[in-house]
């Protein structure tokens, strides 16, 4: 059985930082994109960020790019999530997913084949 379990939200002020972790337990990360994602109430699940496990190379949302940062730990099968200077509208339920190769573009919510819980961030004003 394959698991993705997020940690590490919480609520935190305008301008502060939290880091998320992703953990994979019973499949490794080799040969996946792993994604970010965030859903606020009432609205659609939001890319927000994602690294390619084949290329390296990691991609960001316009909203979060220079304050967000993806990386993994190999060792532990885990990748993180470091949010900085957050505001307000960051706001939300925030999700990991796990995209097979050739399964389409890793900005869409719809590729991703397996999720985790979701773990909340609230950023106070």
């Known amino acids: 059985q394959v698991h993705l379990v997020e940690s590490g939200g919480g609520l935190v002020q305008a301008g502060g930082s939290l880091r998320l972790s992703c953990a994979a337990s019973?499949?490794?990360?080799?040969?996946?994109?792993m994604g970010w994602f965030r859903q606020a109430p009432g609205k659609e699940r939001e890319f927000v960020g994602a690294?390619?496990?084949?290329?390296?190379?990691?991609y960001y949302a316009d909203s979060v790019a220079g304050r967000f940062t993806i990386s993994r730990d190999n060792a532990k099968n885990t990748v993180y999530l470091q949010m900085s200077s957050l505001k307000p509208e960051d706001t939300a339920l925030y999700y990991c997913?796990?995209?097979?190769?050739?399964?389409?573009?890793?900005?869409?919510?719809?590729?991703?084949?397996?999720w985790g819980q979701g773990t909340q961030v609230t950023v106070s004003s």
């Open positions: 997913g796990m995209k097979s190769p050739g399964t389409g573009g890793y900005v869409l919510a719809e590729n991703y084949d397996l």
């Open positions: 019973g499949r490794t990360f080799s040969f996946y994109t």
């Open positions: 690294r390619s496990w084949s290329s390296g190379r990691t």
